[in-house]
């Protein structure tokens, strides 16, 4: 069955479910617990919210946090996409020869010692062992130059970045944090923001 498949089956079995509930079944099995503290029933007996953020509430955040960067990144992408063209058009250039005349121009060639300390790191490996520095330079050079324009990229998007006022309205996850009464602490208990720090005194370094 296809996975469009599965979920009409799952709206149906809602569907049909729903009476049931409103009836006075599982919906009403704790009356204590409110539809927001329920993830579902299984033969009318609750599984609350919080159950299901004790398994996966870590990787939950995690999502948040990699789905906030993302949206972050692309907008940084849209505002890059918006001035290259812009200056690539100024001086009669397509988008890639403007970039490939920019960002070829702030990567140099690699020079002798950096493919030294290239082969001098990796002559080991499968692919240059047994292989002199001279034998070795056709194959490091092309990967040094590639990385190094990979580097004059991210400069350079960074200097075009910092040309203008970026505000970033998206707000980042966060997440709740509970201090119980007691605990040390330093500052009013109403300051805007506040740091957590969690150490191990049974730890070396902690206890420095």
Do not use: H
């Amino acid at each position: 069955m296809t996975r469009r498949g599965w979920i009409l089956l799952g709206v149906l079995a809602l569907v049909v479910g729903l009476p049931a509930c409103a009836d006075g079944g599982a919906a009403d099995a704790d009356t204590k617990k409110t539809d927001g503290d329920i993830a579902a029933y299984v033969d009318g007996e609750a599984i609350t919210v919080a159950e299901v953020e004790n398994e996966v509430g870590a990787q939950l955040r995690e999502l948040a946090q990699r789905e906030y960067e993302l949206r972050r990144d692309t907008v940084s992408a849209i505002v890059l996409e918006r001035l290259v063209t812009e200056m690539a058009a100024a001086e009669g250039l397509t988008r890639e020869q403007f970039l490939q005349r920019e960002i070829e121009a702030r990567a140099t060639p690699p020079t002798a010692e950096e493919i030294k300390a290239v082969y001098e790191q990796y002559k080991d490996q499968p692919a240059l062992a047994g292989k002199t520095l001279e034998e070795a330079t056709p194959l490091i050079a092309p990967q040094v130059q590639r990385q190094k324009l990979g580097q004059a990229q991210a400069a350079y998007a960074q200097e075009l970045l910092a040309t203008k006022d970026i505000k970033y309205v998206m707000e980042p996850p966060r997440v709740a944090l509970s201090i119980p009464d007691g605990e040390p602490s330093k500052g009013p208990e109403d300051a805007p923001i506040t740091f957590v720090e969690y150490s191990d005194f049974q730890c070396g370094y902690c206890k420095r």
